[in-house]
């Protein structure tokens, strides 16, 4: 059964950018809500742990050290459909392909620079939202 939670992290390139206030009044305006969320920065090993699922491919090294060289904004979200609505919302993972509109389309620099992380499914959203959140920190 879809659950009506995802997570997302802002990334180094949208919160250096000074994208942060943006980008969250799009996922405001686009009916998500907010239910837990820090701004916080994650050393090598913890994006290396969040990231584990990608750990055999070939830009895990680069993605790593890019995702822990500077702030990121973690946040759990609530939607109805709100995996594959936050997916829609964020684009394609490459910018270039992204649709116009799309937060990615709109602020992400690169494939790996790409403004934005969102769940792909909801027990990744679950798996990812404890990362960062105790159920003590979600209203
Ligand atoms: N990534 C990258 N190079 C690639 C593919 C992905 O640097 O060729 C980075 C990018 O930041 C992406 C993250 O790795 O957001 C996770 O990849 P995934 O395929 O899960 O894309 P997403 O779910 O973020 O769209
Ligand atoms: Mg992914």
Do not use: C
Request: proline residues 4%; charged residues 20%; hydrophobic residues 45%.
């Amino acid at each position: 059964m879809a659950t009506n939670r995802t997570f997302t992290m802002l990334k180094p390139d949208a919160t250096g950018a000074g994208n942060t206030g943006k980008i969250i009044d799009r996922m405001i305006e686009a009916g998500f809500t907010i239910k837990a969320m820090k701004w916080t920065q994650l050393s090598l090993k913890e994006a290396q742990a969040f990231y584990a699922v990608h750990a055999e491919r070939p830009f895990f090294g680069e993605l790593t050290a890019y995702m822990s060289g500077g702030p990121i904004v973690a946040m759990i979200l609530e939607k109805d459909n709100a995996v594959e609505d936050f997916r829609t919302l964020i684009g394609s993972t490459n910018p270039q392909e992204a649709a116009p509109g799309t937060i990615r389309a709109d602020f992400a620099e690169s494939i790996a620079a790409n403004a934005v992380h969102g769940s792909d499914s909801d027990e990744n959203a679950a798996i990812e939202g404890a990362f960062y959140f105790s159920e003590r920190e979600l209203a």
